[in-house]
């Protein structure tokens, strides 16, 4: 290669510079960090103390989502609300942001809220991404659990079709313990009856 077109891509290159507030401080970001980092990106969510960024989501993701709340507002009980991509602080360095969230009664719901209370939550669901895999399947609900969050529901993909693997916590080891797996119909009776026809929340169009 020449020098000339050395010079050429050396210029072309683009120099990447990343605001300061990517890197985390020594000691990591706290929960109440989110609300004052200015032009933070959307969804961005606390997890031992570093920020993690959410990718573009796909079509099935997004689709999950928007019907299972439906689905979950015609079913959840008087002063329960379903919520979506809302933060729930979980510690001084945790502040995941689950799918959907339920929370009951005690909650504190106004315009200038940010995050719920991990104690107000009844309910977290995160329906399971390529980049969000790990965390989904691993991490957040050791999370969830610690923080004393009831019921977690873990959404994937599986042949087109959702399935939800359902978990529920058990107060002598304060971790979750498999429920089922549902592939054609969600029925329960916790935390509240729930009876939805898993073949509604994700209809492909045809070609």
């Known amino acids: 290669?020449?020098?000339?077109?050395?010079?050429?891509?050396?210029?072309?290159?683009?120099?990447?510079?990343?605001?300061?507030?990517?890197?985390?401080?020594?000691?990591?970001?706290?929960?109440?960090?989110?609300?004052?980092?200015?032009?933070?990106?959307?969804?961005?969510?606390?997890?031992?103390?570093?920020?993690?960024?959410?990718?573009?989501?796909?079509?099935?993701?997004?689709?999950?989502?928007?019907?299972?709340?439906?689905?979950?507002?015609?079913?959840?009980?008087a002063g329960h609300e379903v919520i979506q991509e809302m933060s729930v602080k979980l510690g001084p360095q945790q502040r995941p942001e689950p799918d959907l969230i339920v929370v009951g009664p005690q909650a504190v719901i106004g315009s200038e809220i940010s995050f719920f209370e991990a104690e107000n939550v009844v309910l977290a669901v995160e329906v399971v991404s390529p980049d969000s895999a790990v965390r989904d399947r691993e991490r957040k609900p050791v999370l969830y659990a610690q923080a004393g969050i009831p019921h977690y529901w873990r959404i994937e993909e599986i042949h087109g079709k959702p399935a939800v693997f359902v978990y529920e916590i058990d107060p002598a080891t304060n971790s979750y313990v498999a429920a089922g797996v549902h592939h054609d119909r969600l029925k329960l009776t916790v935390p509240f009856d729930v009876d939805i026809d898993l073949d509604t929340l994700y209809v492909p169009r045809s070609r």
């Open 1 to 77: 290669m020449t020098m000339a077109a050395e010079a050429v891509i050396t210029t072309m290159t683009p120099h990447l510079s990343l605001p300061d507030w990517v890197f985390p401080p020594p000691e990591g970001f706290v929960a109440e960090d989110l609300d004052h980092i200015p032009d933070l990106p959307a969804h961005t969510e606390l997890i031992d103390g570093s920020l993690v960024f959410v990718s573009p989501q796909r079509h099935f993701h997004q689709s999950v989502i928007f019907r299972l709340h439906a689905a979950l507002d015609k079913l959840a009980p």
